[in-house]
């Protein structure tokens, strides 16, 4: 058996709930571990400066720093902006609930501002982003969200929180929208402002999209038109494919739920888009969402 899964087995007997969202390589993150470093020198056309970095990363802490606290826990944001991972991470220890963000990752060239808030909100989306929850290796569940519902919360969430007191309409008028995401928001929402928090958020997951594209070393081009035609038996805890996580950030912007609208960390309908409910749009999809009478 791989040591670091031994570990990680051992710290499940010891103590109530995993310290770590484990995987048989003792750590999980936003993508599958990988050896890619873009150090802080690095020619890149990444336009996530270290101001937009830190600025982006004080404005999640300052939003999630209260709300962590009513879970009876602290927030630690770990900055490494002079590591060059391509990564992004969750764990708790006790009850500090940390992310840990990465230079290399906002340095890669797929990654826009908004992606990285993307980022940062999927990584809060493993603490608080509720039900379906990984699946521990001794029966039930572990404290963390899956990756397809961190994903999901993370753009129907967190991301709308984000970005909600930002000129929206200036920011999206300026940026190179695609015609089908911007058709869909407007489909979805009443408000021009709401119509353009929806586009914001899917750009920031086409973007992200691509990161697990290029680091699968894939050539099919992921759109917004196209999605993944796959459907699983059993909710998929790990990373779906880079077209099934598009369609879940599209999902989550398309949502109409308000961020507010808190989700369960039991109940996988709860503050959701869902098909019990008889939603039509932001459905979570069925290539790593499994619909079944518990969830």
Not at 27 to 48: F, R
Request: overall charge negative; hydrophobic content about 35%; aromatic content about 8%.
């Amino acid at each position: 058996m791989n040591k670091s899964l031994l570990l990680c087995l051992i710290l499940g007997v010891m103590v109530s709930l995993p310290s770590w969202s484990c995987d048989q390589h003792g750590k999980t993150g936003i993508v599958e571990d990988n050896d890619l470093w873009i150090s802080k020198d690095a020619k890149s056309i990444s336009t996530v400066t270290e101001e937009e970095f830190n600025s982006i990363l004080d404005r999640i802490e300052e939003l999630y720093t209260p709300i962590i606290a009513e879970f009876g826990a602290t927030l630690d944001v770990s900055r490494n902006w002079t590591d060059g991972t391509v990564n992004a991470y969750a764990r708790q220890i006790g009850s500090t609930w940390q992310i840990s963000m990465f230079g290399g990752l906002a340095r890669h060239e797929t990654i826009t501002a908004d992606a990285f808030a993307l980022v940062a909100c999927h990584e809060l989306g493993h603490h608080i982003g509720g039900a379906p929850k990984k699946a521990s290796w001794y029966g039930g569940s572990m404290w963390a969200s899956n990756e397809g519902q961190s994903d999901y919360w993370g753009a129907m969430k967190c991301m709308k929180r984000y970005m909600e007191n930002d000129d929206n309409i200036a920011i999206v008028t300026a940026m190179e929208v695609d015609e089908h995401a911007k058709t869909t928001c407007e489909a979805n929402y009443t408000t021009e402002n709401d119509v353009a928090i929806c586009i914001r958020g899917a750009m920031a997951g086409l973007s992200l999209g691509n990161l697990f594209r290029a680091l699968r070393r894939s050539e099919t081009p992921l759109l917004f038109t196209t999605p993944d035609p796959n459907v699983v038996t059993r909710t998929n805890d790990s990373h779906p494919a880079p077209q099934c996580r598009l369609d879940t950030y599209f999902a989550g912007a398309v949502c109409s739920r308000g961020y507010d609208e808190t989700v369960s960390q039991s109940e996988a309908n709860q503050g959701t888009c869902n098909r019990e409910e008889n939603y039509e749009s932001g459905l979570r999809p069925l290539c790593w969402f499994a619909v079944t009478s518990a969830n």
